[in-house]
């Protein structure tokens, strides 16, 4: 009956499964390291400047692979660097329990899971979504961007807990075991492209079927280089990296790295801030899709104008809200900043494939995120450093509400042109 089933369903649909499951294991691997800031610090006397430091490394590390990973996806095939991405995390992640010195965090946090995990973000569902959905194209890239966030949040309690007990180490080495077994899945049940197996993307019309799409000759590293290259001549672009630059800065290395240590400056226990991190990872899940499912309706541009200016009225009251227990601000704050944490995704992803094509759509998506980890990187170091400096971290918050608010101004700028359909890197070869 079961297996009736599956086969009357889209193949479209296996290949998301499979995608979601990647995203929310790789995004999971992530969640460990700010977990980890006070068992690590305990046991070996780092400071946090030094911890913070492998974390910024781990976020650009993991920004700069996902333009390359998306070009190697193009020219070597998703499967096969998907798979090598999850190897590589299970390496790293197992690694760290036999680690002793902080430069060893640094390389197997900041590289080995860095680079992993790149090959695992967001650029990887853009790829699936473009390549295997014409209809509800914008809702699934919807359904990947919470996945991805929902990996990095509602794990947290669980990795809280290994860290308490039986320690820190458990906590790494289940997520090198979940690593680990999701490599036979996706190498059984993973396709590259619809075509691949003959069929076509989902919703696709049959009377007007797109062009077979043509591996690129180039090598991977000059492919993206080639994007990147042309893609600097376009303001859209510029606007497009500085404004999700923003969002990594006020998301994955404000809130998620530092969430937890800073609401136990306010006296609240590890567990219980790391349970409010993870609803907002659940509550994230509803409006990462309500924003998917926009996307496909409205002018993503002026999606993002929204988003930005709620994202950054939300922080400016973050210290104000923050205390040793759950008030109702901060069960506002939470529900509010969860709707909008990755809401930007898919309207982001959108206008790259607008702006630039859905051929290129892959790869520039790639260095818009690369400057997302950027971001994310420098927000975790500075806040760190803010916090050690000061002993709070009110600049970090009001700071990140600043650059929200320029987000979202710049976009005023931004214009929703279509564009014609152009060869994937017309001056490769030169």
């Not at 280089?225 to 376009?234: I, K």
Request: glycine share 10%; aromatic share 10%; hydrophobic share 55%.
């Amino acid at each position: 009956m079961i297996a009736r089933k599956l086969r009357t369903v889209h193949p479209a649909w296996i290949v998301a499964a499979l995608t979601l499951l990647a995203l929310v294991a790789g995004a999971a691997f992530r969640s460990t390291t700010g977990a980890l800031f006070e068992p690590l610090e305990t046991e070996f006397g780092w400071t946090r400047t030094g911890t913070s430091g492998a974390v910024t490394l781990n976020l650009i590390v993991y920004g700069l692979t996902a333009p390359f990973a998306a070009a190697a996806m193009e020219r070597l095939g998703v499967k096969r660097v998907v798979l090598a991405g999850l190897a590589l995390t299970a390496l790293g992640s197992g690694l760290t329990v036999v680690l002793t010195q902080l430069w060893q965090l640094w390389v197997l946090w900041g590289l080995f899971v860095g680079v992993g995990t790149g090959v695992m973000a967001l650029v990887f569902g853009s790829i699936v979504a473009n390549r295997w959905f014409v209809r509800h194209r914008g809702l699934v890239m919807g359904l990947f961007s919470g996945a991805n966030a929902c990996g990095q949040l509602v794990f947290l309690p669980l990795i809280v807990a290994l860290a308490h007990h039986p320690g820190w180490r458990a906590a790494t080495l289940a997520t090198a075991l979940v690593a680990a077994a999701i490599i036979p899945l996706v190498a059984l049940f993973f396709a590259d492209r619809p075509q691949a197996i003959g069929r076509r993307p989902f919703g696709e019309d049959p009377a007007h079927p797109a062009p077979e799409p043509q591996r690129p000759a180039v090598p991977a590293g000059r492919l993206a280089l080639a994007v990147l290259r042309d893609s600097l001549r376009s303001r859209a672009f510029w606007i497009l990296v500085f404004t999700f630059w923003v969002c990594g800065w006020s998301t994955n290395g404000l809130i998620q790295t530092h969430f937890i240590p800073a609401a136990h400056d306010h006296g609240m226990p590890a567990t219980t801030a790391a349970g409010l991190l993870a609803l907002i990872g659940v509550f994230d899940v509803v409006g990462t899709v309500a924003s998917g499912w926009l996307t496909d309706r409205f002018n993503p541009a002026v999606l993002l104008v929204a988003y930005y200016a709620l994202r950054g009225m939300s922080l400016v009251f973050v210290n104000t809200v923050l205390g040793p227990d759950i008030a109702p601000p901060l069960w506002f704050f939470i529900v509010f900043y969860g709707l909008d944490w990755v809401a930007t995704v898919p309207p982001t992803a959108a206008l790259c494939r607008i702006h630039f094509g859905i051929e290129r759509a892959g790869i520039v998506f790639g260095w818009v995120f690369a400057s997302h980890m950027v971001g994310a990187g420098i927000s975790a170091a500075a806040a760190g450093w803010i916090r050690e400096s000061t002993g709070s971290y009110l600049p970090a918050w009001i700071t990140a509400a600043a650059l929200c608010g320029l987000a979202a101004l710049s976009l005023l700028w931004l214009r929703r042109a279509p564009v014609q359909e152009r060869e994937l890197v017309p001056d490769a070869a030169a």
